[in-house]
């Protein structure tokens, strides 16, 4: 299995991205979905989660701003960032649960990381 994450760059602050993790390999199914970030110099915070039924958490300094949303049929997860703040400059990883086809169990995934980088 492999999780590809996209869709980083650089923007100016108040503006938009939509990141993309998309699973792929020998998947029977995408379970729980998060996405981190991890800003130069800090520890690794979780962002937004998503389950496989589509109920979502996010962490307080991200309500309001972004979106975690899913396509099951096309294994990807999504992050809609909206109203980009320099602080929200950072590396962001896709984590998921993700159950394949030749076994019966379910195992933890990261993608690579994209970076997001916002000017002022």
């Known amino acids: 299995v492999q999780l590809q994450a996209s869709g980083g760059g650089l923007v100016q602050s108040g503006g938009s991205l939509r990141l993309s993790c998309a699973a792929s390999g020998s998947i029977s199914s995408v379970n729980a979905v998060a996405w981190y970030r991890q800003a130069p110099g800090k520890q690794r915070e979780l962002v937004a989660h998503?389950?496989?039924?589509?109920?979502?958490n996010y962490a307080d300094s991200v309500k309001g701003r972004f979106t975690i949303s899913r396509d099951n049929a096309k294994n990807t997860v999504y992050l809609q960032i909206n109203s980009l703040k320099p602080e929200d400059t950072a590396v962001y990883y896709c984590?998921?649960?993700?159950?394949?086809?030749?076994?019966?169990?379910?195992?933890?995934?990261w993608g690579q990381g994209t970076q997001v980088t916002v000017s002022s």
């Open positions: 984590n998921a649960v993700v159950k394949v086809t030749t076994t019966p169990y379910a195992d933890d995934y």
């Open positions: 998503i389950t496989s039924g589509g109920s979502t």
